[in-house]
């Protein structure tokens, strides 16, 4: 009697969370730890950072026995690579930079090849910018957007800007949006210059870091008192 030999079960992909600040391991749930150290595939933004973080998880991890895949901004993830792993039944990771991954980043390409090929993905618990930019923003949590990166020339800017506003003010559906770190002064003056002073801005910058910095204020008072978040990971908020 002849018996088949069962195929092996496409792997699983597991979207692990990284700390938003320097130094923030303590972010991190002790389950995401456990898990991340045990893996041995990865796909990673930066492979250099994610070595350097999953040592800091654990001095005993054998960084050397770890593949790294490293998913660059110039070029699309290898997928080919991915589907190998998977295919032969391995665990595979995912790490952005900060936060977790697939949410503001191109990880969201090796899910959705992971899942044609029905393998099992793991969403794992962490920090993200967005939704802790969002508790504590005070705007409406029931109904609320991310756009991402706003157009970078005018007139597009300001036209997308002054659309985010609309959809506050008609359907008090709170907006989330980022710019890159060196433009968010920039971002600032020009949310001033376009919105109506009484449009509330929330700012949430260093998020869980030592000199965390969220404040909400009318547009009126942030023109009185701007800040300075040159250089700073932030997020903002339009809202009621």
């Known amino acids: 009697m002849n018996v088949q030999a069962s195929p092996i079960r496409p792997g699983t992909l597991v979207l692990i969370p990284v700390p938003l600040a ?9 389950q995401v730890i456990n898990k991340a150290t045990g893996i041995k595939y990865y796909f990673v933004e930066n492979i250099r950072t994610a070595r350097r ?9 054998d ?6 895949s490293e998913i660059r901004k110039t070029e699309p993830p290898d997928l080919d690579l991915l589907r190998q792993w998977l295919t ?13 991954p697939a949410v503001a980043d191109p990880g969201s390409i090796l899910v959705d090849a992971a899942r044609q090929l029905d393998a099992r993905i793991i969403p794992m618990a962490g920090p993200n910018a967005m939704l802790m930019a969002l508790m504590a923003s005070g705007f409406n949590g029931q109904c609320f957007r991310f756009s991402g990166y706003p157009p970078i020339k005018e007139p597009a800017r300001s036209k997308a800007l002054k659309a985010l506003e609309q959809r506050v003010q008609g359907l008090d559906e709170t907006q989330i949006f980022m710019e890159t770190p ?13 919105c109506s002073k009484t449009t509330r801005l929330c700012i949430a910058a260093n998020i869980t870091a030592p000199h965390e910095d969220i404040q ?18 932030a997020v903002f908020l339009l809202g009621k």
């Open 22 to 30: 320097e130094d923030a391991l303590h972010t991190l749930p002790a």
């Open 53 to 61: 973080l999953l040592k800091a998880m654990d001095l005993q991890v």
């Open 63 to 68: 960084i050397d026995a770890i593949r790294f």
């Open 88 to 100: 032969a039944g391995e665990e595979v990771g995912l790490m952005s930079e900060a936060g977790c």
């Open 182 to 194: 060196y433009r968010n002064n920039q971002l600032l003056t020009d949310l001033i210059r376009v």
């Open 216 to 233: 909400t204020r009318t547009l009126a008072g942030w023109e009185r008192e701007p800040g300075d978040f040159h250089k700073v990971p």
